[in-house]
């Protein structure tokens, strides 16, 4: 997912930087008008990693992490280490809530 860091310039004055995953326009803080990007460069999309558990046919758990913006789908990286470990469940790991 790309992710831009924007810049608005508004009649009234004021500039500044904004960050968000689209080049939409923006309000300015100070009279609200609706301000269209008048500049913006492309940053580094934030990692968001998902962790899948593999079980294993004799019940062993492996860990790995699925990236969605590595270019293959969740389902293709997940079936490729299925395939990898010889799993024959994976689940994503859900946030431990005592951690
Ligand atoms: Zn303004």
């Known amino acids: 997912m790309a992710w831009y860091r924007r ?52 019940g062993t758990k492996r860990y790995e992490f699925v990236d969605p913006d590595a270019g293959y789908s969740v389902m293709t990286q997940v079936g490729m280490f299925m395939a990898m470990h010889g799993a024959i469940i994976a689940l994503p790991v859900k946030d431990k809530p005592n951690d």
């Open 7 to 58: 810049h608005y310039t508004c009649p009234c004055g004021i500039s500044w930087w904004d960050e968000w995953s689209c080049l939409c326009n923006d309000r300015c803080p100070k009279c609200n008008r609706e301000i269209e990007p008048d500049d913006h460069e492309v940053v580094e999309a934030e990692v968001r990693e998902i962790e899948y558990e593999f079980t294993l046919p004799d």
